[in-house]
């Protein structure tokens, strides 16, 4: 199973703090691929995530989205998902969270 550190925000992120959450810094990306469902949550930042098929429907035959501050993005047992932050203000680290879905 999947498991992400706990990492504490600096001070001026306190206000959007959300417990559990990690960084990803501009420039990086993170590649997972959980053993169990879950939902990848933006706190602070927008990135753009791309999942592994198959793929249905209308706009999402590539797997690609855009998940901003206060969305989330499901991810199934198994799917590989890579993402990275998408212009952030003065490049500033995204900070989400892992939920595993029981």
């Not at 199934?76 to 029981?102: C, I, K, M, S």
């Amino acid at each position: 199973m999947f498991a992400m550190k706990s990492q504490k925000l600096p001070p001026s992120h306190e206000g959007c703090a959300v417990s559990g959450c990690a960084t990803l810094l501009p420039g990086r990306a993170i590649s997972l691929r959980p053993r169990q469902a879950g939902l990848l949550r933006i706190a602070q930042g927008q990135v753009w995530a791309t999942l592994d098929g198959p793929h249905a429907g209308h706009g999402n035959e590539s797997g690609d989205f855009f998940v901003k501050a206060g969305q989330t993005l499901a991810v199934g047992a198994d799917q590989r998902l890579v993402f990275e932050p998408w212009r952030t203000a003065h490049e500033a680290p995204v900070y989400f969270e892992w939920l595993n879905l029981r």
